[in-house]
């Protein structure tokens, strides 16, 4: 989960529920005051929203882009089915083919971020001209670490038979025992527990399942006929930097390492990330076919990214 430091929309972005043959889906549009060079469709992790991207609105809009951030099906503000048999993989991929056509951009920058980073891949595989490259942020190859893993096992078993409100705040109980914790903002602690009882458990639920069980996927994404990108922070908990890493380097991926960021460089490093963004995009769309590998960097707070 992703804990937005601000709650208030950027210049430029509308908020509004985006109409597609597969239902509405609830988004954030940030838009350049200029015709925008490209457009990037952001799609949120486990437990996460589209406000997870808030802060990495403004700096893609100052490099020229069309930022989407999108609610998934059953995530906060988008409706979605009860039964987690209405969140296969497949489903949640085809979700974001029907996204990006009714964003009527042509061929968009895919980024998604930890869990989000699977549907993206997913999409992809499905339809690759759909985009014009593919970032996965803070997303591994595979499942998720030990650690992940059990949390994902408790919260699954509970959901099923605790209220949510239950379930809630034993979440936050144990939150307040890791010795890193800081309190919320109030508005941002009510924004959480509002999200946490928008989003539908049966998306937890299957979901989760899949951030568990996920198989090594890195032949399949090398094999994607689109640029690709990976990119993460030095702090990463989620998937090891090893692993993270390797993703790079056997995908012959864009490799971004941003100093001092931890799994959601989005909040805590946005301007950092959007350099990043923009400037493999910029690669991507003037290179001709798709290059991998080229201009690998990292980045820190107080270094531009270096190619």
């Not at 595989?125 to 759909?130: A, E, F, Q």
């Not at 799994?263 to 950092?272: A, D, L, M, T, W």
Request: glycine share 8%; hydrophobic share 40%.
């Amino acid at each position: 989960m992703s804990t937005p430091r601000s709650l208030a929309l950027p210049a430029g972005t509308r908020a509004y529920s985006l109409v597609t043959p597969r239902g509405p889906f609830a988004v954030l549009d940030a838009r350049p005051t200029a015709a925008p060079v490209g457009t990037a469709l952001l799609v949120p992790g486990y437990t996460g929203s589209k406000e997870d991207f808030l802060a990495l609105l403004e700096p893609l809009t100052r490099a020229g882009y069309r930022a989407v951030a999108v609610d998934g099906r059953g995530q906060h503000e988008s409706p979605g089915p009860r039964r987690a048999s209405g969140y296969t993989p497949r489903t949640l991929a085809e979700d974001v083919l029907a996204q990006t056509a009714a964003l009527g951009d042509g061929p968009v920058h895919l980024v998604g971020h930890s869990f989000g980073g699977l549907v993206a891949r997913s999409a992809a595989r499905l339809s690759p001209d759909s985009f014009r490259s593919l970032t996965l942020l803070s997303s591994g190859p595979g499942h998720v670490g030990a650690e992940q893993r059990a949390k994902i096992r408790l919260l699954r078993a509970a959901l099923p038979v605790l209220p949510a409100a239950v379930v809630w705040a034993v979440t936050r109980w144990l939150d307040r025992r890791d010795p890193m914790y800081v309190p919320d903002a109030p508005d941002i602690a009510a924004f959480l527990q509002r999200r946490w009882y928008n989003t539908r458990p049966a998306q937890l639920i299957a979901t989760g399942r899949q951030l568990r069980t996920e198989p090594d996927r890195t032949e399949g994404i090398a094999a994607l006929p689109l640029p690709l990108h990976v990119a993460y922070g030095d702090e990463e908990s989620v998937w090891t930097i090893e692993e993270l890493a390797a993703l790079a380097r056997n995908t012959n991926a864009r490799h971004t390492v941003i100093t001092g960021a931890g799994h959601s460089p989005n909040v805590s490093h946005p301007e950092q990330l959007a350099q990043a963004l923009a400037e493999f995009w910029l690669a991507s769309t003037t290179s001709g076919p798709p290059t991998r590998g080229a201009g690998n960097c990292a980045t820190s707070p107080h270094r531009p990214a270096a190619t």
